[in-house]
T-cell receptor, first 109, second 114 residues
Framework: GQNIDQPTEMTATEGAIVQINCTYQ??????LFWYQQHAGEAPTFLSY????GLEEKGRFSSFLSRSKGYSYLLLKELQMKDSASYLC??????????FGSGTKLNVKP | SAVISQKPSRDICQRGTSLTIQCQVD?????MFWYRQQPGQSLTLIAT?????????ESGFVIDKFPISRPNLTFSTLTVSNMSPEDSSIYLC???????????FGSGTRLTVV
């Protein structure tokens, strides 16, 4: 719902940097979240952006441009354990979350 | 963050039967959310459950198929009724993260309907 779009799948090499993009419908926007989900497990919270700019948290950073309806998740120094699905989720009107289809990241040696 | 206990963790059910999934939270929360994640797909919001009122369902989901109870501020159930193989999914409950932004998810219920 809410036209949240992200690439279906990406592949990157261990030690490299990868950027996962997410675009969304801007009307009613109240915050954007990134979640990591390993196969067979529940999603876990990674980051939250409500203002424009970059939020850095260790190897992971998340960027937001509210006017463009655009965000990205940047993963540095990739490790094999980073192989997972990354979900972009947007909070609309303060009470509902909608998730993108998820990006499956494959990290290869 | 709130700790959510969800059960059962998995079940295999016969078509036409019903399954009730429970979520217990270790602190009081205003809203609880139920999601479905079909194989290979992302999460879809089924409904929002508030204590003391009827759940609010998203488009495509109806109370007769997915009745929800919310008897108090720490507990909720989702029933998947008259199941068919198309209901085979992971079902997750979630709550706000202790007043922080973002949500915490239960461990999920993997349902297979045969």
């Amino acid at each position: 719902g809410q036209n949240i779009d992200q690439p279906t799948e990406m592949t990157a090499t261990e030690g490299a940097i990868v950027q996962i993009n997410c675009t969304y419908q801007t009307s009613g926007f109240n915050g954007l979240f990134w979640y990591q989900q390993h196969a067979g497990e529940a999603p876990t919270f990674l980051s939250y952006n409500v203002l424009d700019g970059l939020e850095e948290k260790g190897r992971f950073s998340s960027f937001l441009s509210r006017s463009k309806g655009y965000s990205y998740l940047l993963l540095k120094e990739l490790q094999m354990k980073d192989s997972a699905s990354y979900l972009c989720a947007v909070n609309y009107n303060f009470n509902k979350f909608y998730f993108g289809s998820g990006t499956k990241l494959n990290v290869k040696p | 963050s709130a700790v959510i206990s969800q059960k059962p963790s998995r079940d295999i059910c016969q078509r036409g039967t019903s399954l009730t999934i429970q979520c217990q939270v270790d602190s009081q929360v205003t809203m609880m959310f139920w999601y479905r994640q079909q194989p290979g797909q992302s999460l879809t919001l089924i409904a929002t459950a508030n204590q003391g009122s009827e759940a609010t369902y998203e488009s495509g989901f109806v109370i007769d198929k997915f009745p929800i109870s919310r008897p108090n501020l720490t507990f909720s159930t989702l029933t998947v009724s008259n199941m068919s193989p198309e209901d085979s999914s992971i079902y997750l409950c979630s709550v706000e993260r202790d007043g922080l932004y973002g949500y915490t998810f239960g461990s999920g219920t993997r349902l297979t309907v045969v």
